[in-house]
């Protein structure tokens, strides 16, 4: 049986890595990468000298058709995002399930065959910036919905409506370039809700900012500084 490794990386600091991370990327056949220049970075770092393959949103059928090829092969592979865990907000996750897809089609009275019975799946767990974000957050953190990358367009008034009729800390990720304008939806929709801004989470710029939607929308304003880098926008 082929083993298909999903191994988180860090998300910023690179010593938010885990030993069984480095191990596992050490032993495996073949590593696929969103990037292979970022993850060849981390490889560096730790001496792991696995043969690296791009796969990403933009990969082709032939990439998908050559990846289950190395496992029927009985090759073990590991999956790897830019930064932190594989298949959260990331094309990742086609794979895995195309991965637990019933295939190919039983013939008749034949019990159905899995990839799934051929290939496991083991995650090796690490860091997210979403976890990572709720632990210092200061935000309730017993229930909440986690929205990924909100839509630039269609569908964002909806979330915004759902953000703001909400009993649960609801948690998303940002870009620098719309970090205003979320701030400014958060202000139309939900004006007296705590909003908390986690900023370049493990890097040399870590910043949690907590308040209203108005009062973070100032000091984003009058700090232009600070609109910079990634953010994780938590919502009580």
């Known amino acids: 049986m082929s083993k298909f490794y999903v191994v988180a990386t860090p998300i910023g600091n690179m010593g938010d890595i885990t030993l ?3 191990e596992t990327l050490k032993e495996v056949d073949l590593i696929l990468c969103e990037d292979t220049r970022e993850t060849k970075k981390i490889l560096q770092k730790y001496n792991i000298n696995t043969p690296t393959m791009s796969y990403h949103s933009q990969s082709k059928l032939n990439k998908v058709d050559k990846i289950f090829a190395l496992l029927e092969e009985g090759k073990n592979l590991a999956l790897v995002s830019d930064a932190g865990t594989p298949t959260i907000s990331d094309p ?7 991965i637990k897809e019933v ?3 039983p013939s008749l009275g034949e019990f159905p065959l899995s990839w799934a019975s051929r290939i496991e799946v083991i995650p090796i767990p690490g860091a997210t910036a979403v976890i990572a974000a709720l632990s210092a957050s200061g935000l309730p953190t017993h229930e909440f919905t986690f929205l990924g990358f909100l ?6 008034e909806t979330l915004f409506k ?5 009993k649960r800390t609801m948690v998303f990720y940002e870009s ?4 205003l304008k979320t701030l400014k939806s958060l202000q139309k929709f939900c004006p007296n809700k705590k909003v908390c801004l986690a900023r370049e989470i493990t890097k040399i710029y870590e910043e949690f900012k907590t308040g209203s939607p108005s009062e973070l929308l100032e000091y984003l304003t009058q700090n232009p500084i600070h609109q910079k ?3 994780t926008v938590l919502v009580s």
């Open 229 to 231: 880098g990634e953010f």
């Open 92 to 98: 990742g996750a086609m794979l895995i399930a195309k």
């Open 103 to 105: 295939s190919p089609k």
């Open 151 to 156: 839509p630039h367009k269609k569908g964002r």
């Open 162 to 166: 759902e953000i703001a009729e909400s």
């Open 176 to 179: 620098p370039h719309r970090i």
């Open 20 to 22: 069984r991370a480095i």
